[in-house]
């Protein structure tokens, strides 16, 4: 069965930093690019950034770059957002996704939903004082 499992999330004041993990089991992650979204209350689900399986190249939107930092360690099948700065505006449900290995993926499609098939249940984040 294939399964994403994130993990991680928590309360952290302004300035701190989280480190989400997401374990994936059923499926190996060498061969799968690899999103991390989030979810706020009343918006839409945005993308926070992509790593792809060829090159472990990462793409982030501009709300995020240069705070987020996307990795992988395709030995323990796992992938990790590294989040530092943390804002209130980041509180959100964090989710992993996959989706199988493609030229360019993550540069013309990885920050889309839309274009994922595997989905981790969400971690919430909370960025409060």
């Known amino acids: 069965q294939v399964q994403l499992v994130e993990s991680g999330g928590g309360l952290v004041q302004p300035g701190g930093s989280l480190r989400l993990s997401c374990v994936a089991s059923?499926?190996?992650?060498?061969?799968?690019?690899i999103g991390w979204f989030r979810r706020a209350p009343g918006k839409e689900r945005e993308g926070v950034s992509c790593i792809s399986s060829s090159d472990g190249s990462a793409y982030y939107p501009d709300s995020v770059k240069g705070r987020f930092t996307i990795s992988r360690d395709n030995a323990k099948n796992t992938v990790y957002l590294q989040m530092n700065s943390l804002k209130p505006e980041d509180t959100a449900v964090y989710y992993c996704?996959?989706?199988?290995?493609?030229?360019?993926?993550?540069?013309?499609?990885?920050?889309?939903?839309?274009?994922?098939?595997?989905w981790g249940q969400g971690t919430q984040v909370t960025v409060s004082s």
């Open positions: 059923g499926f190996t992650l060498d061969y799968y690019d």
């Open positions: 996704a996959a989706e199988w290995a493609n030229n360019h993926f993550c540069s013309l499609y990885g920050l889309l939903p839309n274009e994922y098939d595997y």
